[in-house]
């Protein structure tokens, strides 16, 4: 559990944007309606994350308490990895939760304490997996694919680009969720893969080609971004900067791999085997079901097909050649697909890298990881 955000409660928003603006530098990064509340949430970073709250009908719960106490401190929440589990607890410990949990900004699941429970603080618990945003669907020449927009549109944009196998619900969610409070985040499902169209066969041109179209579509023309990958998508966010040189700011790529040997193809494969991932971890395995339609299996044929081209094609195209943007490339430490001699070489093969290493991070971050990534990213990339 952790402080996950303070709830303000505010008569005057305006004025109280222009005084934290005054104080700590911090606007407003993502607002949103919660009509069931009767609220207008707007949330800012100002070390911790705030969270101001507007009315928007007077009958409301919030506005009846927002009429006899005034605007102030409105609620302290919680964040819990497993919502339900801790409305269970807290009706086993006899509180008087004020509802079981439902939807609340911010994509979350969210429920209230009785403050006469709670020594006369509002307090909220939230469930730390918030769902994705509605999707937005983009033509490409291998069939339409759904982007995720993360964030204020007038920050600047950044196109997030998941793994091989993966997508944005399953790898990059959480990058997305830190990254928007200082950029407007367009995550993709690439090609075959999460909600986008199936697709014959996977290659890296069909993957570019559709990176290409979602830059085309929800960056304006001629307005400068920076791009974001994991895994194979650090490789594609090289070849997106190398394509579009002239627009790209800067670039970061974690736990890419740009010089494949038979080794990391095997490895790679014994991750991509459907039937021993359902029989060893039967969850995550309907995990990936539910995040790709239910077309795992296909999906995994696929990358393992695409996984074998690799050593030839990045032993033949150099995939750093040309790409003279600041590239911050990063790994885990303990990385067991890519070892952390193809971290370092990737570095030094480019001419303007910067290196970080996480501690005791493996392949895949946990959602902690990807907070503590996203936060080295946002800081490098506008230090610029
Ligand atoms: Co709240």
Request: charged share 20%; glycine share 8%.
């Amino acid at each position: 559990m952790h402080l996950e955000h303070l709830g303000w409660a505010v008569t005057a928003p305006a004025e109280t944007l222009a005084l934290l603006k005054h104080l700590f530098g911090a606007s407003v990064y993502k607002s949103e309606r919660v009509d069931a509340e009767g609220v207008l949430t707007h949330f800012l970073d100002a070390g911790a994350k705030i969270e101001l709250l507007e009315s928007t009908r007077e009958d409301s719960p919030f506005a009846k308490g927002l009429a006899k106490r005034g605007p102030g401190l409105h609620h302290l929440a919680f964040g819990v990895a497993d919502i339900d589990a801790a409305y269970a607890r807290v009706l086993e410990a006899g509180l008087t939760p004020l509802a079981p949990p439902k939807q609340g900004a911010d994509g979350k699941r969210i429920f209230f304490l009785h403050p006469r429970d709670t020594h006369g603080v509002l307090i909220e618990l939230c469930g730390d997996a918030p769902a994705l945003p509605p999707a937005r669907w983009v033509e490409t020449p291998s069939g339409t694919v759904a982007t995720y927009a993360f964030g204020h549109p007038a920050s600047p944009p950044l196109l997030l680009l998941h793994g091989a196998a993966g997508c944005t619900r399953l790898e990059t969610l959480a990058l997305a969720r830190e990254l928007e409070k200082a950029f407007h985040v367009i995550a993709m499902d690439l090609p075959g893969h999460g909600l986008s169209a199936s697709c014959e066969t996977l290659t890296m041109r069909v993957f570019l080609d559709a990176a290409h179209a979602v830059v085309d579509a929800c960056i304006p023309r001629e307005a400068r971004f920076y791009v974001m990958g994991y895994s194979l998508g650090g490789a594609l966010a090289l070849l997106v900067a190398r394509d579009a040189a002239q627009r790209v700011g800067r670039v970061a790529v974690h736990a890419t791999n740009m010089a494949w040997d038979e080794a990391h193809v095997r490895r790679m494969n014994l991750r991509l085997d459907a039937d021993r991932l359902e029989r060893r971890a039967p969850a995550l395995f309907a995990a990936f079901e539910e995040a790709h339609q239910g077309r795992t299996r296909t999906l995994f044929a696929q990358v393992a097909e695409f996984a074998a081209t690799l050593p030839e094609l990045t032993r033949t195209h150099a995939i750093t050649e040309g790409v003279d943007v600041p590239v911050l490339v990063s790994a885990g430490d303990r990385d067991e697909l890519f070892p952390l001699e193809k971290t370092l070489a990737l570095k030094n093969a480019l001419p303007k890298a910067s290196l970080a290493l996480l501690p005791d991070v493996t392949h895949t971050l946990s959602p902690d990881d990807a907070k503590a990534l996203a936060g080295i990213v946002r800081r490098w990339m506008l230090a610029a």
